[in-house]
């Protein structure tokens, strides 16, 4: 079972194997650049000067002879244009509907390798509808590097290309995505994006289930570390991790879980709400595990409904606490919000939030770390951390 996004696979012909090779390599170092770019800048401009210079590294190969020339409009009197570039174009508003879906149908047969860096530099087209095209072809060919081209995109000011970016990263399925997805439930603005993430992010989840084998709702909560994207996953019996193209149960689990945090600087450290036993924490990846009580509420049924790990100081941890009873409504009180700067050691409530209703989640965008989102059933709240920051913590 495989824990990575499908993707297809490109065979080379025996006299092309080295470029090929070479392709690889330069691959690689694309993924990483836009990686960091995804990473650090938040903003669509930023985006496309970080995919300006994947422009300039990757130009497009020459694959005319894998596209029926018939498809390829050229104007009279001009030189011909990359074959590549010529069906991107045909993609953009102001083409008749036959003529895109011929140019996105061309574009699917293509070969990944001989496009991937086309398309990625498409997705900062000044056509909105090319945009939004290339990001659904994305979705279907899942060339490498296309899960960070596509979580850039969902910074993209067009409502309709967010939300192609956010569907096809629904069909990647890949967990790693998962923390842009839980931003997106959060703060985006549009309601039809915020639910394609959510789609998105029940795609995920039983494409784990699957791969372990078990029913959808086995998957109680996936978490990624943000320091080398390690997966956990917290299920009803157990907590697993990869293990090559398998998963392997680290270890059980004391009580159900219902949010599950990693820290930002160390991979190994890891933060468990639970149903009952409130917080617990492990520093051995999930191997072992120790409560924390020091300053938190403790009434018979203390239930942490959401957990979040500063990514500007990794030693603040954020937890949602509520009460739960064991009634007919099994109705959950709110208990507060509580924040540590000693990795858990001690707490203090957090006050002037709001406290009538449940958080179910708690998001802090490493991009913009200044404020601490939280999700409910009934909306969502923005805290300012600059009110409880302190340096050095």
Same mark, same amino acid.
């Given at each position: 079972?495989?824990?990575?996004?499908r993707? !297809? $696979?490109?065979?080379a012909? +025996?006299?092309? &194997?080295?470029a @090929?090779?070479?392709? #690889?390599?330069?691959? =690689?170092?694309?993924?990483?650049?836009?990686?960091?770019?995804?990473?650090?800048?938040?903003?669509?401009?930023d985006a496309?000067a970080?995919?300006?210079?994947?422009?300039?590294?990757?130009?497009?190969?020459?694959?005319?002879?894998?596209?029926?020339?018939?498809?390829?409009?050229?104007?009279?009197?001009?030189?011909?244009?990359?074959?590549?570039?010529?069906l991107?174009?045909?993609?953009?508003?102001?083409?008749?509907?036959?003529?895109?879906?011929?140019?996105?149908?061309?574009?699917?047969?293509?070969p990944?390798?001989?496009?991937?860096?086309?398309?990625?530099?498409?997705?900062?087209?000044?056509?909105?509808?090319?945009?939004?095209?290339?990001?659904?072809?994305?979705?279907?060919?899942?060339?490498?590097?296309?899960?960070?081209a596509?979580?850039? !995109? $969902?910074?993209?000011?067009? +409502?309709?290309? &967010?939300?192609? @970016?956010?569907?096809? #990263?629904?069909?990647? =399925?890949?967990?790693?995505i998962?923390?842009?997805?839980?931003?997106?439930?959060i703060?985006?603005?549009d309601?039809?994006?915020?639910g394609?993430?959510?789609?998105?992010?029940?795609?995920?989840y039983?494409?784990?289930?699957?791969?372990?084998?078990?029913?959808?709702?086995?998957?109680?909560?996936?978490?990624?570390?943000?320091?080398?994207?390690?997966?956990?996953?917290?299920?009803?019996?157990?907590?697993?991790?990869?293990?090559?193209?398998?998963?392997?149960?680290?270890?059980?689990?004391p009580?159900?879980?219902?949010?599950?945090?990693?820290?930002?600087?160390?991979?190994?450290?890891?933060?468990?709400?639970?149903?009952?036993?409130?917080?617990?924490?492990?520093?051995?990846?999930?191997?072992?595990?120790?409560?924390?009580?020091?300053?938190?509420? !403790?009434?018979?049924?203390?239930?942490?409904?959401?957990?979040?790990?500063?990514?500007?100081?990794?030693?603040?941890?954020?937890?949602?606490?509520?009460?739960?009873?064991?009634?007919?409504?099994q109705?959950?009180?709110?208990?507060?919000?509580?924040?540590?700067?000693?990795?858990?050691?001690?707490?203090?409530?957090?006050?002037?939030?709001?406290?009538?209703?449940v958080?179910?989640?708690?998001?802090?965008?490493?991009?913009?770390?200044?404020y601490?989102?939280?999700?409910?059933?009934?909306?969502?709240?923005?805290?300012?951390?600059?009110?409880v920051?302190?340096?050095?913590?």
């Open positions: 079972m495989s824990r990575t996004p993707t !297809t $696979t490109w065979s012909r +025996p006299h092309n &194997r080295r @090929a090779n070479h392709f #690889l390599l330069d691959a =690689a170092l694309m993924i990483a650049i836009v990686g960091l770019a995804f990473a650090l800048t938040p903003r669509l401009s496309q970080a995919l300006q210079i994947l422009r300039q590294m990757f130009a497009p190969q020459a694959v005319a002879s894998t596209i029926p020339r018939e498809n390829v409009s050229v104007p009279s009197g001009r030189t011909a244009i990359d074959p590549t570039q010529a991107i174009q045909q993609l953009g508003n102001g083409n008749d509907p036959v003529v895109r879906a011929a140019a996105k149908e061309n574009l699917r047969q293509m990944d390798a001989a496009i991937a860096p086309a398309l990625f530099d498409a997705l900062t087209n000044t056509d909105p509808l090319i945009r939004a095209s290339v990001a659904e072809i994305l979705a279907e060919k899942k060339p490498v590097g296309a899960l960070d596509l979580a850039l !995109t $969902t910074y993209d000011p067009e +409502p309709n290309v &967010r939300l192609a @970016a956010v569907q096809a #990263l629904g069909e990647i =399925a890949s967990p790693l998962l923390p842009r997805l839980d931003q997106i439930q703060y985006e603005t309601a039809q994006i915020r394609a993430a959510q789609q998105a992010e029940k795609k995920i039983a494409r784990v289930a699957e791969e372990l084998k078990r029913p959808e709702d086995f998957v109680r909560v996936i978490a990624v570390a943000p320091s080398n994207g390690r997966i956990y996953v917290a299920t009803w019996d157990g907590l697993y991790v990869p293990r090559g193209m398998d998963w392997q149960m680290q270890s059980r689990l009580d159900l879980p219902t949010a599950l945090a990693v820290s930002a600087e160390d991979a190994d450290t890891l933060y468990l709400g639970t149903s009952g036993l409130g917080v617990l924490k492990s520093r051995d990846s999930g191997k072992t595990w120790e409560q924390l009580k020091q300053s938190l509420p !403790t009434p018979e049924r203390t239930t942490v409904t959401a957990i979040a790990v500063s990514p500007t100081y990794p030693r603040v941890v954020f937890v949602a606490l509520a009460a739960w009873f064991d009634t007919v409504e109705n959950e009180t709110p208990l507060g919000l509580y924040m540590s700067k000693d990795a858990g050691e001690t707490w203090s409530l957090i006050s002037k939030w709001p406290e009538d209703y958080t179910l989640r708690l998001v802090i965008d490493p991009i913009a770390p200044n601490l989102y939280g999700m409910m059933e009934t909306g969502s709240w923005r805290f300012p951390l600059s009110k920051y302190c340096e050095p913590c």
